[in-house]
């Protein structure tokens, strides 16, 4: 059994961010001297900072990787974390912060918050990380700690106090909390203990002011800190949290992470928190200190520690009970092609360039087998001078940077079933894959649906491998897809020939194939900027946010400044800095960040330029490969439907009508919608008067539990008993009405209401016969009362899943609520909302069942009659019944004499 219990610990992990040049590194010495880490202070220009250790950030004065230093202040053991400051390396802070307990956000004094600061802000709020701040460069001239206290609470939060002021301190912790402020205003005032509680919960966030350089206000700051933290709890069980890769100057691999949990100690086996990890052990635990390291026998939790000796290891990773961190924010928007000299082995010098990536992950190398070239995303130009020289240095080839272009990414408009098939000779495997869009920024979703009956766990478990382990490229461009969700709904394997590498290739082509399908969707990268500007230039600034096809709130008037914030496309933002500079004078400020991926403003534009032809992408087909006289064959993918070997989420039909063919695409509806409240009660009382109860909104989604295809009996629930039946989807299923309905579908529909009149008749439930008039231009919908049981016929551009969709959610909390259909995804659907689902075939027993029930107790009736069975019902019944149609008739009179 998993042990639970928790206990504290006095490691604390603290990191500083900031943004370029506002002191941050000059502040980390400044702690560390002032706690006797280090015996005099280094200077980033004097290229002698204790944790400026790489010789590129002593050349160029900035941090470009993470480190970590190790102090005490107070009686807290403290883990110093120092991060990149400069935008191009700002994915490298973003790992850092999934390891802190808590951070330092350093605000230079003399500029204010700037835009990155804002991103940062969001970094923290979005990771939960409890913020200190430190507004550096104090003693600079024109520097106004009142007017800057102003600025931090109007751009980052109302909730920033200044602490370096003790007057009237407790009074202002005081309004951060109502008990708090009671218990002030009785003369209590707050407890050391209530305040860090509250700077915990990131409901305060305490200010300080200073110089780092001359050392001024670092006193007053490292006291704050002390006062201030709270012990973090640990479970017993042993997790931790990966941040970072990197290789020490010897080659070796180094794992660094924080210990979130029980032990980490030398020699221990890593196998079970490691997937598919085989002899994988600690070798040694490093405890950093700049650019040195001490080794240690153990790690306890709260600890930041390098381990050597671990293989296939990923930042943001959870190991044990430590969770994988969330998807980056930050990420590349460039990409560019890398050009090796001539004579070098490309092919090699990507394999080289991927042990890169392991350390540099927003890197995402490509290979591109058609061009036999090497492409990456790089997040600015300053990067791509440190990489130059970082390749130059590791792998000892000078390679160049063309030119970049825009990341561009894809996604679906709507909902596809993606099928892949690969079986040449002894090899098997067929995968069916549900597709849907997701939310913006939502990245990929991997999910299984799929029950073990038809495909074994272990299969299940290797296509979300195979789903996850690759970069899935789009149809449009070749660029990546995102935003989506990608669900295994059905799959096969065959006991003897089924390999692990044929569901690779299945997995593969399904999502190529449910690409080719689907309508897919151009993105883009959008900045969200913030111009500040003379009032009399604000209106060059508006023309100029429309020519780059941006937008713009109302600019708001701050004293001579106007400020104008909104978003734009990057391809139309790059450079704009300089213009601002340019015709505002110098007077004029613009900051920007990375919003997220819209869709793009010139898509066919961007989609010639890239003239990308999907079906000629030999590293990502879409055709399928199937078995015909001992030979493979390919199927291209607009005819895989038509071989393959798995009915996916719903069954083909022939298609020799038009109401047919009409009937069978509303089959291959599988997208999820979401259903207008006003609607469904409507609905619902022209139905069966007011049986439903008035709930809130409600959005259909797919369940996830690999049971979700079992049959599973609903619990026993007070209220009347219904049956809802799919009219065409029976009719479909059933042998003798798909054959009738060939010939003539009104036929059809008329013997099912007969067969169903009969069936109720029997078993006394309310009976509920749904069929499709979506198709039919104007239909207002009806509903008619056919002898015992009602009938009803959605209206225009409603199907009768989602009719019988708002029904089962409805009702189903309060009445027992029966379905009966075979399609695949709406039996989920229906157990999702906790109603039972009958198969077709199982309703034909059913009803044949009845029957023979019917004439062993009853009279038979005589020969060529035709009876409903209604003499034999119970009065109260044949009273409900009667009550019921004449409420109904009654709603339904004026729709149709509209009609």
Not at 295 to 301: H, I, K, N, R, Y
Not at 322 to 338: A, K
Not at 465 to 490: C, F, N, S, W, Y
Request: charged share 30%; proline share 4%.
């Amino acid at each position: 059994m998993e042990n639970t219990s928790e206990h504290k610990t006095n490691q604390i992990t603290l990191g500083l961010v900031a943004h370029v040049d506002a002191g941050k590194t000059t502040l980390a010495e400044s702690i560390l001297y002032a706690t006797g880490q280090i015996r005099r202070l280094g200077r980033v220009d004097h290229r002698d900072a204790f944790l400026d250790t790489e010789r590129m950030e002593k050349e160029r004065g900035i941090t470009i990787f993470s480190k970590q230093a190790q102090t005490q202040i107070g009686g807290w053991g403290i883990t110093l974390l120092d991060t990149p400051g400069h935008v191009d390396f700002s994915a490298e802070m973003e790992r850092t912060l999934q390891v802190l307990d808590y951070a330092i956000l350093v605000v230079s004094g003399a500029d204010g918050v700037q835009g990155h600061v804002e991103t940062l802000w969001h970094l923290l709020e979005r990771y939960r990380v409890p913020v200190f701040l430190f507004v550096n460069k104090m003693d600079q001239e024109g520097t106004d700690e009142a007017a800057l206290m102003e600025e931090l609470k109007k751009r980052l939060s109302d909730e920033c106090e200044d602490f370096s002021d003790p007057a009237d301190l407790a009074e202002r912790v005081a309004l951060h909390d109502e008990a708090l402020l009671e218990r002030f205003l009785e003369g209590e005032a707050p407890e050391e203990e209530e305040t860090a509680r509250l700077i915990r919960k990131r409901r305060l966030f305490p200010c300080f002011f200073g110089s780092a350089l001359r050392m001024e206000g670092i006193a007053e700051f490292l006291e704050g800190l002390s006062r201030y933290m709270e012990p973090a709890l640990y479970p017993e069980d042993f997790g931790a949290r990966v941040y970072k890769i990197s290789r020490d100057p010897a080659g070796q691999r180094l794992t660094h992470l924080k210990v979130t949990g029980g032990c980490l100690r030398v020699k221990m086996n890593m196998d079970a928190y490691l997937d598919g990890a085989s002899g994988q052990k600690v070798d040694q635990i490093r405890i950093y200190a700049g650019s040195g390291f001490r080794t240690v026998q153990e790690a306890g939790p709260g600890m930041i520690c390098a381990v050597t000796g671990l293989e296939g290891t990923w930042s943001g990773q959870g190991l044990g009970c430590g969770e994988d961190s969330l998807l980056p924010v930050l990420e590349p928007v460039l990409t560019y092609r890398i050009q090796p000299p001539a004579g070098c082995d490309v092919q090699g010098l990507y394999l080289k360039l991927r042990a890169l990536e392991e350390e540099i992950p927003e890197l995402h190398m490509v290979w591109q087998e058609e061009t036999k070239e090497i492409h990456t995303q790089i997040m600015g130009e300053v990067q791509i001078d440190i990489l130059k020289a970082l390749i130059l240095e590791r792998f000892g080839v000078a390679v160049a940077f063309d030119e970049g272009s825009i990341v561009y990414k894809e996604t679906i408009k709507d909902a596809v079933e993606g099928v892949g098939h690969f079986e040449p000779l002894r090899h098997y495997a067929e995968v069916h894959l549900l597709l849907e869009p997701g939310e913006r920024g939502s990245g990929l979703q991997f999910e299984t649906v799929c029950s073990r009956e038809m495909l074994d766990l272990n299969w299940q478990r290797l296509v979300l491998t195979h789903l996850e382990e690759r970069q899935h490229r789009g149809v449009l461009t070749g660029a990546p897809i995102t935003d989506m969700k990608i669900t295994l709904v059905a799959g096969r394997a065959h006991l003897k020939h089924t390999e692990g590498g044929d569901f690779r290739q299945a997995t593969y082509r399904a999502v190529r194939q449910g690409l080719m399908k689907a309508a897919s969707l151009l993105l883009e990268p959008y900045y969200e900027y913030r111009i500040e500007a003379p009032q009399e230039m604000v209106g060059r600034a508006m023309t100029d946010v429309q020519r780059m096809c941006g937008v713009f709130d109302p600019p708001v008037i701050e004293g001579e400044t106007a400020v104008l914030t909104g978003s734009a496309p990057v391809a139309c933002m790059q450079g704009y800095m300089r213009e601002v500079l340019s015709y505002t004078g110098g007077r004029g400020r613009f900051s920007c960040r990375l919003k997220g991926y819209e869709p793009c403003h010139n898509p066919e534009e961007v989609i010639a330029a890239a003239a990308y032809d999907p079906e000629a992408d030999p590293a990502n087909p879409s055709a399928s490969v199937f078995c015909s006289h001992g030979a493979g064959v390919i199927v291209p993918w607009y005819e895989v439907e038509e071989h393959m070997h798995v009915e996916g989420l719903t069954a083909r039909e022939p298609q020799e009508e038009e109401d047919l063919s009409a009937l069978a695409e509303r089959r291959r509806r599988i997208q999820a919608e979401t259903i207008d409240e006003e609607e469904l009660q409507a609905i619902f009382a022209r139905t069966y008067g007011n049986a439903g109860q008035k709930r809130s909104g409600w959005k259909r989604t797919v369940r996830t539990s690999e049971d979700a295809y079992k049959r599973r009996p609903a619990p026993k629930k007070q209220g009347r008993e219904y049956l809802l039946v799919d009219g065409y989807n029976i009719i479909f299923a059933w042998e003798d009405l798909k054959e009738l309905a060939k010939d003539n579908i009104e036929a059809a529909r008329n013997k099912l209401m007969d067969v169903l009149c009969d069936y109720q008749g029997y078993r006394r439930m309310t009976l509920i016969l749904v069929f499709d008039a979506y198709k039919v231009p104007g239909n207002p919908g009806e509903v008619l009362h056919y002898q015992n049981i009602h009938v009803v016929y959605t209206r225009e551009a409603e199907t009768a899943d989602q009719y019988i969709e708002k029904a089962v959610h409805d009702m189903s909390r309060e009445h027992q609520v029966t379905v009966a259909t075979s399609d695949g995804m709406e039996q989920v659907i229906i157990m999702g909302q906790g109603a039972r689902r009958i198969s077709a075939r199982d309703l034909l027993s059913e009803v044949r069942q009845a029957r023979r029930e019917l004439r062993e107790q009853h009279l038979a009736p005589a020969a060529g009659a035709k009876r409903y069975l209604l003499e034999d019902i119970s009065p109260d019944v044949l009273e409900e019944l009667r009550r019921t149609g004449e409420e109904s008739a009654k709603q339904d009179k004026p729709g149709k004499d509209d009609a």
